[in-house]
């Protein structure tokens, strides 16, 4: 009886230690856009690592209520804001909603849904579709995203 529950409690101790020390699907990267939150997702596509660097925008109330599961906008952007960090002319900030929203604090206040704006230095190539396929997937596991209610936009 004795050996049943050390090897129970040693199990517990083993799996939360190695669930604990888990890495994390994002890492920080800079981000001078107010009220966004820069990230890097990375994942492997076939024989390629692919990394896209994405903003994301909480709303103000996100975490008030920690029950609360939020709609998603997720909007790829266009070609001329193709690059790797995010920021600069060429960055997420200078057009669509990230921009609107890094522009008009105001509008913050008010937005009820969680919105993404991913990067792409390739285009919107079949790999690349993957990649971010991928990202929709995975954010709702570390964000309170409804998975119902994610739009894809562009």
């Not at 529950?5 to 230690?17: A, D, G, P």
């Not at 952007?77 to 997420?92: A, E, H, K, R, S």
């Not at 913050?108 to 390739?122: E, G, S, V, W, Y």
């Amino acid at each position: 009886m004795k050996l049943k529950l050390f090897f129970y409690i040693f199990c517990l101790t083993f799996f939360s230690v190695v669930l604990a020390d888990s890495p994390k699907p994002f890492t920080s990267i800079p981000c001078n856009a107010l009220g966004n939150i820069g990230l890097v997702y990375e994942v492997q596509v076939g024989a390629e690592k692919i990394r896209v660097p994405f903003a994301l925008f909480l709303p103000k109330n996100y975490e008030v209520d920690k029950n609360r599961h939020w709609p998603m906008i997720f909007y790829l952007i266009g070609v001329g804001n193709q690059g790797t960090d995010l920021i600069g002319p060429t960055g997420v900030f200078e057009h669509g909603p990230n921009g609107e929203t890094s522009r008009t604090p105001a509008m913050m206040k008010n937005l009820p849904f969680i919105l993404c704006a991913p990067q792409t230095n390739r285009g919107w190539d079949p790999i690349m579709l993957k990649a971010i396929t991928s990202l929709v997937k995975v954010l709702p596991d570390s964000y309170r995203v409804d998975r119902d209610r994610i739009t894809l936009t562009g």
